[in-house]
């Protein structure tokens, strides 16, 4: 039974842990803390006479919600004791430790030494310390009574070997997910144990939604055979062409179905595969193409064939499976081209081509065609005056408001994209407000104000863009909490917080922004956890990780900056290693190494900088030898290694790699500075004044010249205490040759 108070609040368990010496105090705390809505679990027996006695503490322990310690010289003496507060960590209970006497220099456990303790001495006021000890143990309540619950469900499945039937299930593990993601920052850690068994439940959830959805893949394989067997029974009977007929109707139905289900309900899992779902979106496609093969021409099995198509279409895309996308978005447009050319006036018809262009826009789009994405958008909005629907036509005119702002912004007419998205943004209002709340409508209003909030950083109004931002915050917030195993909806609260970041970065609130993200880099590494293939997150990650690093640094935070973008850094080397000859991907890693070897330098540790210099340009010509076009980032990452031997005093490497560089790019006077400079510390003055003068008066880039590139550098030199004898005389020459 659930203990309560008197107000009806639940009421704390606390397990006594005390020295039977200690018995009299005890005896006074037990009834005050029953008064103040704390239930005291005390083993009031001789236990030691019992031959099961341990076990008793035990599930007492495991029973409650916190440890209270009686400390005492008593206490410090008693083995019991010791061991009562050794099993209580390893349940990462909450410990509460009570100082009832002078403890003297007995070593109290490190366990408890480093919490703050309450002082119940004769001397102290009983009534205060006793009030800081209940706030103590009701801190968090709601969070600490399920930490309990779930300790003891997780000891349950160990105690009975792990068994599946008592894994979590349904809504008890979706809880146990939120439960876990929102520990308060003072709260006890959940045990490995408890994750284990959370992580166990969720891989047996994803097994039963592979199990259903390898059941609904063979829905739409059945449907995809019934299109060709329809094709032979046009020559059978009536009846059982006409009975054939509905078994296609419905079963071009239920594949429709099945898209929207895996699209809305399985894609956005935790913990299901992205590449499953994939495979068994395009394993759907098969039904409609079969149908288009044998001539099919019902009305009512091409439209439901079309809108399986549309829904396929924005599943692969948000899959990230672009091309697929693309086809079959093409393929929703000829259908319903189709349907529309045998009857003009059918307002079906032309709703169904209004969303196969909607769709096909969106894919153009994502491959950077926004000409043709401009072009399936007015395609679509032009059919928008035949459809009969109001409320359908008010939702695809708010759809397209927002496709054609999207276009104008990447365009760079940030006034259009403006006038576009407010007017979105009024439609989806006022569609919220006459149909009802629904999560996805009130994403789409979230959606709204995020694209203001874009045009107006893009306008530099920082502080309206963190205004629009954080509207669109208040409702990611909103959506994600009501199902926080949906990753779309994850997705979009970690934008949230990013792009909220980024507005108060931009208007120097660094402090502010830091808090944005981090929410948005633990909510990356969930969904990246929950799917470590999926690359799309690992990407997602990467990007969280960089932006924290560079937030970080701007900060005044070397040290933290620079674990940030070695995490970044990790991710984006894993990612460039599926792929050795994709040549973005690699000029991606070649430039966190060199942000990483430079917050190494910055931090005095030259040597391991020079080490993963050296590193970034064996994997360069790792690539180069697999075929990559990576010549230029060789030489770029050779003359990192140059530079940052030079800090290292090696000269010798310094001289080589700066000539590896130069010898892949002769024309590239960025690489030419460090030759000279290896020169000059190996004592070959002449051939050194020659390399820094040979290039006075040239210009290294639009803003620089080279003049201001040697002294740049010879700051960062003398700085490191690497100052030269000839380094005076050497600009002293340059500016006199100016």
Not at 23 to 38: I, S, T, Y
Not at 92 to 99: E, M, Q, S, T
């Amino acid at each position: 039974m659930n203990e309560q108070t008197d107000t009806g609040a639940p009421m704390v368990k606390a397990f006594i842990s005390y020295s039977r010496r200690d018995l009299a105090f005890v005896d006074r705390l037990e009834p005050a803390l029953n008064a103040r809505g704390v239930e005291p679990l005390i083993d009031r027996r001789d236990i030691e006479k019992f031959e099961d006695w341990w076990s008793r503490i035990e599930q007492l322990i495991g029973q409650a919600d916190a440890i209270v310690f009686v400390l005492s010289p008593h206490w410090l003496a008693s083995n019991i004791c010791l061991r009562e507060v050794e099993y209580a960590a390893q349940l990462n209970k909450r410990l509460a430790p009570v100082v009832i006497g002078e403890l003297g220099d007995a070593g109290t456990p490190a366990d408890l030494a480093r919490l703050n303790y309450v002082f119940l001495r004769d001397a102290d006021d009983f009534d205060e310390g006793l009030g800081d000890l209940v706030a103590a143990l009701a801190t968090d309540l709601a969070w600490i009574r399920e930490h309990t619950r779930l300790g003891e469900l997780s000891r349950r499945w160990e105690e009975r070997h792990r068994p599946g039937s008592l894994v979590l299930r349904g809504d008890e593990l979706e809880a146990a997910e939120r439960w876990i993601a929102a520990r308060p920052a003072d709260a006890p850690l959940p045990t490995d144990l408890d994750r284990e068994l959370i992580t166990t439940s969720r891989g047996a959830a994803t097994r039963r939604q592979r199990y259903w959805l390898a059941g609904a893949l063979g829905v739409a394989v059945l449907a995809g055979g019934l299109a060709f067997w329809a094709e032979v029974n046009r020559r059978t009977a009536v009846e059982q062409r006409q009975r054939v007929e509905r078994i296609l109707e419905k079963t071009t139905e239920a594949t429709k179905d099945l898209v929207v289900n895996i699209a809305d309900r399985y894609a956005t899992r935790r913990g299901t595969p992205r590449a499953m779902i994939i495979d068994i979106l395009k394993q759907a496609r098969r039904l409609v193409e079969e149908l288009d093969s044998v001539g099919e021409t019902r009305p009512e099995l091409l439209r439901n064939g079309g809108l399986a198509l549309a829904e396929l279409s924005d599943a692969l895309r948000a899959q990230g499976d672009r091309a697929a996308a693309l086809e079959t978005a093409t393929s929703t447009v000829t259908v319903f081209a189709k349907l529309h050319a045998a009857e003009p006036g059918a307002a079906n018809w032309r709703a169904g081509l209004v969303v196969g262009y909607d769709r096909l826009g969106d894919v153009h789009f994502d491959l950077g065609q926004w000409s043709k994405a401009q072009a399936a958008y007015r395609t679509g909005h032009a059919l928008l005056a035949g459809v009969d629907d109001a409320s359908a036509r008010r939702r695809f005119e708010a759809n397209f408001q927002e496709n054609f702002g999207v276009v104008a912004f990447q365009e760079g007419n940030i006034e259009s994209a403006l006038e576009h998205f407010g007017g979105a943004l009024k439609l989806r209002d006022a569609i919220l407000s006459s149909e009802g709340e629904s999560a996805e409508r009130v994403r789409a209003v979230a959606v709204a104000h995020e694209k203001i909030g874009d045009s107006r950083f893009a306008q530099g109004k920082f502080a309206a863009a963190a205004a629009s931002y954080r509207e669109s915050l208040d409702l990611a917030e909103k959506i994600a909490a009501s199902d926080p195993a949906n990753t779309k909806w994850q997705q979009d609260l970690a934008t949230a917080h990013h792009k909220l970041g980024d507005a108060l970065m931009a208007d120097a609130q660094p402090a502010e922004a830091m808090i944005y993200y981090a929410r948005d880099l633990a909510i990356s590494q969930s969904l990246h956890a929950s799917d470590p293939d999926w690359r799309e997150w690992r990407e997602t990650l990467m990007i969280s990780y960089e932006r924290i690093g560079k937030a970080a640094y701007i900060g005044g935070d070397v040290s933290s900056a620079l674990t940030h973008f070695r995490q970044a850094l990790d991710h984006a080397k894993a990612i460039a290693a599926l792929d050795t000859a994709q040549r973005d991907w690699l000029a991606n890693v070649s430039k966190l190494y060199q942000t990483v070897c430079l917050l190494l330098n910055e931090s005095g540790e030259a040597a391991e900088a020079l080490l993963r210099a050296r590193e970034a340009v064996d994997i360069a010509r790792g690539s180069l030898a697999a075929g990559a076009e990576v010549r230029d980032i060789v030489g770029e990452l050779e003359n990192n290694v140059a530079w940052f031997a030079l800090f290292a005093k090696q000269y010798g490497l310094a001289l080589r790699s700066a000539e590896e560089a130069i010898a892949i790019d002769p024309n590239a006077l960025l690489y030419k500075p460090n030759r000279a400079h290896a020169l000059m510390y190996l004592g070959r003055s002449g051939e050194a004044r020659a390399a820094y003068t040979e290039h006075r008066g040239a210009r290294v880039s639009d803003t620089v010249t080279w003049q201001g590139v040697i002294k740049g550098d010879f700051e960062a030199l003398r700085t490191a205490g690497l100052e030269h004898p000839a380094m005076v005389a050497i600009e002293q020459q340059l500016d006199g040759e100016q």
